[in-house]
C-alpha cells in the first residue's frame, strides 16, 4: 500500500494496529443482549452478541473454504440483509476484502467489476447467481440449499476461542466500487481506519450515541448505506433497522412509526424529492428525527427549506466513496439550520479542506470558487489497481475530489457543482446546479437537471430539463421567467424541455452524459 501519498496520515495509519477498533466485539461484550440489527426482509432481530459470534462463524467458514484469507477479495451480490452485515465483519476479521456489488447493474457490467477485483469467493442471491457462474468465480448461494450459506454455516462448528487479531489501521477492509456515471467503475479502496474516522465523523456531528437509530435502506454497496447508515450507529452501540431498498410509501411510513424508533435517516436527495411527492405526504410527522442527513448530490435550498417549515432537521452533507464523509451542516436548531440552508457546514474532525483555483493552482480566495482537495484519515489511499487514476487524483498527499465549492469568511463550504458539468457560455463559467437549485424553487417542479450543449454564437448555453408534478401547469415561458428573475444573463438556460423523467444511477444521481448524448 502505498502510504507516501497520505502524507502524515498516510504515516500515521502504517504505523498502527488496531484491534480496539473491532466495535463490534467491544459492544457484544458491554451490551450483548442490545438489538444492534433489525432485519425487516427477514423479520429477525440480532443482538449485538448474536451478531459478533455470527461474524466469527463465517469468519471460520471462510478460512476453511479459502486457502488463505488475508487480501483475498470477497464478493457480495445481494439486496440488502443481515448476511451482508455478516460477512462484512467477518471479511476484518479475516483480512479479506469485502467487495458488495452494485445488484442493480446490467450483467455485462457485474462480470466487469468480477474481473477487475478477481474475487477468490463471491457470495450471491439466488437470481443473481448466473452471472457469477459465467465468470467462473467459486460462490456460495444465499439460500436453503444444502451447498447454500446456511448449510454450510451449519457444519461449522463456533469457535472455542474466536481469533481476535490486531488489523493493522492501513489494511484494506472493503472495495467500493463506482456507480459509473462516465466510464468503466473503479474500485475505492477503504481501509480500516479510513472506515473508522468516517464513522467517528458521523456519529460526533450527527449527534449519535448508543439510543440512536437508524434507517438503513440504501444500499449496502454504497458508501452511505455501509458506512453512514450501518457502521455510524453500530460504532457507537446504537441500532439499525435494515430495509432491502428504499421505496418511498414504505420508508415514509417507516420514519413516521414511532414504534421502530427511528432517530436518524441518511438519503441521497433524490430520495428525500420522492416523499414529498408522495399523495398526502405530511413532513410535520417526521419531525420527531433527530436528523435527515441528505447527499450524493446539491441539495437545493428551497428544498431543504419545505422540510425545516416542516419541523425537520434536514442536514445538508457532502462526501463520496473515496472520503467516506466529508463535511455537513452541524446539527442545530431549526433557526440555525434555516440561517445559511445550502451550505455543506464545515469539514468533519479528521477531514482537511482546501479549495484550489484551477487557473492558477493556488488557493482560492474566500466566496471565490475553486476544486476541493481533501487530507486526512478518511480518505482512500487509492483505486484499486489502477495508478494511473492515483496519478491524477492525487497531488503532493491531497485527493482532488472534482467537487467545486466556496467557502464564506466563517469557514463553512457551498458546494456548487462537479467540475465535470461545468460549461463556458460566452467566456463565462457557469454552473448547472445553481440554475437547477433556481428552478427547484417552483412548487410545480418535482426534478430538473440542467446540461451545457453547443451554440454558434456562445459556444455553449444551458438547456433545463424539466420534470413537473402530474397535474401541474407549467410551460417553458414561465420558467425561464422565473431563472430571469434570480439569475444573471449569461445563466439562464436558453433551451428549457418538460420531461417525463431522468435518467439516474441506482443512488439518484442524473446521468448528465446520456442526456448530452440524446440532445445531440
Known amino acids: 500500500m502505498d502510504t507516501e501519498r497520505l502524507g502524515s496520515s498516510g504515516a500515521l495509519a502504517a504505523s498502527l494496529s488496531v484491534p480496539q477498533l473491532d466495535f463490534l466485539a467491544h459492544f ?9 440489527i433489525r432485519d425487516l426482509a427477514g423479520a429477525r432481530d440480532l443482538t449485538y452478541a448474536e451478531l459478533d459470534a455470527a461474524a466469527d462463524k463465517v469468519a471460520e467458514l471462510l478460512r476453511a473454504t479459502l486457502s488463505t484469507t488475508v487480501g483475498e477479495r470477497v464478493a457480495v451480490i445481494s439486496r440488502n440483509r443481515f448476511e451482508m452485515v455478516v460477512l462484512h465483519f467477518a471479511c476484518i476479521r479475516t483480512g479479506a476484502i469485502f467487495v458488495p456489488v452494485n445488484w442493480r447493474l446490467a450483467a455485462s457490467e ?12 463471491s457470495v450471491v442471491e439466488p437470481e443473481f447467481e448466473p452471472v457469477v457462474a459465467r465468470s467462473g468465480v467459486p460462490r456460495i448461494c444465499l439460500d436453503e440449499s444444502p451447498s447454500g450459506l446456511a448449510s454450510r454455516l451449519a457444519a461449522v462448528a463456533s469457535p472455542v476461542s474466536p481469533c481476535k487479531v490486531a488489523v493493522p489501521a492501513d489494511r484494506p477492509i472493503t472495495l467500493l466500487y463506482s456507480s459509473g456515471t462516465t466510464g468503466k467503475p473503479k474500485g475505492v479502496i477503504v481501509t480500516q481506519i479510513n472506515a473508522w474516522a468516517g464513522s467517528l465523523n458521523l456519529a460526533l456531528d450527527m449527534h449519535c450515541g448508543a ?3 437508524f434507517l438503513c435502506d440504501m444500499p449496502l454497496f454504497h458508501t452511505a448505506g455501509l458506512f453512514a447508515a450501518l457502521r455510524t450507529p453500530l460504532s457507537v452501540g446504537g441500532a439499525v433497522v435494515l430495509s432491502q431498498k428504499f421505496d418511498a410509501e414504505a420508508t415514509y411510513a417507516r420514519l413516521a412509526d414511532r414504534s421502530l424508533g427511528i432517530t436518524h435517516y441518511f438519503s441521497v436527495t433524490q430520495m428525500a424529492m420522492a416523499l414529498r411527492r408522495l399523495p398526502g405526504f405530511d413532513g410535520r410527522r417526521l419531525a420527531h428525527l433527530q436528523a435527515f442527513i441528505t447527499g450524493g448530490a446539491p441539495n437545493p435550498a428551497a428544498h431543504i427549506l419545505r422540510w425545516l417549515d416542516d419541523g425537520v432537521r434536514m442536514i445538508n452533507a457532502w462526501g463520496m466513496s473515496e472520503i467516506c464523509s466529508g463535511s455537513a451542516q452541524p446539527l442545530g436548531s431549526l433557526e440555525r439550520l434555516r440561517c445559511n440552508p445550502s451550505s455543506i457546514g464545515i469539514p468533519h474532525l479528521t477531514l482537511e479542506v482546501r479549495l484550489v483555483d484551477a487557473a492558477s493552482g493556488r488557493d482560492a480566495d474566500p466566496g471565490c470558487p475553486g476544486e476541493m482537495w481533501v487530507r486526512g484519515l478518511s480518505v482512500t489511499p487509492g483505486y484499486w489497481q489502477r495508478p494511473d487514476l492515483n496519478e491524477q487524483a492525487f497531488r503532493d498527499g491531497w485527493f482532488r475530489t472534482g467537487d467545486v465549492a466556496v467557502r464564506d469568511s466563517q469557514g463553512c463550504y457551498t458546494l456548487i457543482d462537479r467540475i465535470k458539468d461545468l460549461f463556458i457560455s460566452g ?3 457557469v454552473y448547472p446546479a445553481q440554475i437547477e ?5 417552483l412548487p410545480e417542479v418535482t426534478d430538473v437537471a440542467v ?8 459556444g455553449e448555453v444551458g438547456a433545463a430539463l424539466v420534470v413537473v408534478a402530474a397535474g401541474a401547469r407549467l410551460d417553458e415561458t414561465a420558467i425561464r421567467d422565473h431563472c430571469a428573475a434570480r439569475l444573471a444573463r449569461f445563466k439562464i438556460p436558453r ?4 420531461v417525463s423523467d431522468l435518467p439516474r444511477t441506482p443512488t439518484g444521481k442524473v446521468q448528465k452524459h446520456l442526456l448530452r448524448v440524446q440532445w445531440r
Not at 110 to 121: N, T, V
Not at 495 to 498: G, L, N, P, S, Y
Request: glycine share 4%; charged share 25%; net charge negative.
Open 211 to 213: 439510543e440512536s437509530v
Open 437 to 441: 437549485a433556481v428552478i427547484m424553487e
Open 427 to 429: 467566456g463565462e463559467n
Open 451 to 458: 446540461i451545457g450543449v453547443a451554440d454558434d454564437k456562445w
Open 28 to 36: 457484544a461484550s458491554i451490551t450483548p443482549h442490545k438489538v444492534a
Open 110 to 121: 457485474i462480470e466487469y467489476i468480477l474481473a477487475d477485483c478477481r474475487p477468490a469467493l
Open 495 to 498: 433551451h428549457v424541455k418538460i
